[in-house]
Nanobody
């Protein structure tokens, strides 16, 4: 069974930094894409950033120049380095992975990020 585990998250002050990590398990295949979505209270889940296996990344306009996504040396890991955080970044962050051969998306359980003085 494929699982995505996201330790991390927490409380950080405005202007601070936080690094999220996500590790996938339960498959011998490398995910074609891995990424992060977030959902703030009362809002729809939105894309934050995605990283393609072999290179390439996409970012939401709201996080460009502040967030950096990267795939780990263990290929089914993904990280999100978040800098210059603002209260508007407060949300539950979900790890996401896509396996093309199965046409299947997978989701982590989510981790809370709160940006507050």
């Amino acid at each position: 069974q494929v699982r995505l585990v996201e330790p991390g998250g927490g409380l950080v002050q405005p202007g601070g930094s936080l690094r999220l990590s996500c590790e996938g398990s339960g498959t011998i295949f490398i995910f074609d894409t891995m990424g992060w979505y977030r959902q703030a209270p009362g809002k729809q889940r939105e894309l934050v950033a995605t990283a393609i296996n072999g290179g390439g990344a996409n970012y939401a306009d709201s996080v460009k120049e502040r967030f950096t996504i990267s795939r780990g040396n263990a290929n089914n890991t993904v990280y999100l380095q978040m800098n210059s955080l603002t209260p508007e970044d407060t949300a539950v962050y979900f790890c996401n992975a896509f396996l093309r051969r199965r046409i299947q998306y997978y989701w982590g359980q989510g981790t809370q990020v709160t940006v507050s003085p």
